[in-house]
């Protein structure tokens, strides 16, 4: 049996609060890219790169395999604790609800000021209401 996700009243991809369509109507904003096997993913997730494989995986500020560094946001939650899966994240140019995303436990004020940073380098705008 897989995972089971419980209902935590937020909808997929509720984060969002603005994001480009690009000229032809298409999702500029979005990515298809793989969640690396082994994570359990929630949407609203910000992720980083491995650098080695280009997988994406939980953001780890302790990490130095190139996932200390925000990189994207998981769109919808996904579970690829088995295997790798293909998911959508939010890549660039878009507005998000830092109260609607998640983050890692613990995570410290300069840790999350750097990965804001990370992410506005991408053009992925954190507010706070």
Not at 30 to 52: C, I, K, Y
Not at 71 to 96: G, W, Y
Request: net charge positive.
């Amino acid at each position: 049996m897989g995972t089971v996700f419980t209902d935590n009243g937020k909808r997929e991809g509720g984060y969002i609060i603005s994001e480009s369509a690009g000229a032809t109507g298409g999702m500029r904003s979005r990515d298809e890219v793989v969640l690396l096997a082994g994570t359990v993913g929630l949407s609203g997730m910000v992720l980083g790169q491995v650098t080695a494989s280009g997988k994406y995986k939980p953001l780890d500020t302790a990490a130095s395999d190139g996932s200390q560094s925000a990189a994207a946001i998981l769109f919808s939650s996904k579970d690829a604790s088995a295997a790798d899966k293909r998911v959508v994240v939010t890549a660039r140019e878009s507005e998000v609800n830092d109260a609607e995303l998640v983050w890692p436990a613990g995570i410290s004020g300069p840790n999350k000021t750097a990965a804001i940073a990370a992410l506005k380098a991408k053009g992925i705008i954190v507010r706070t209401k």
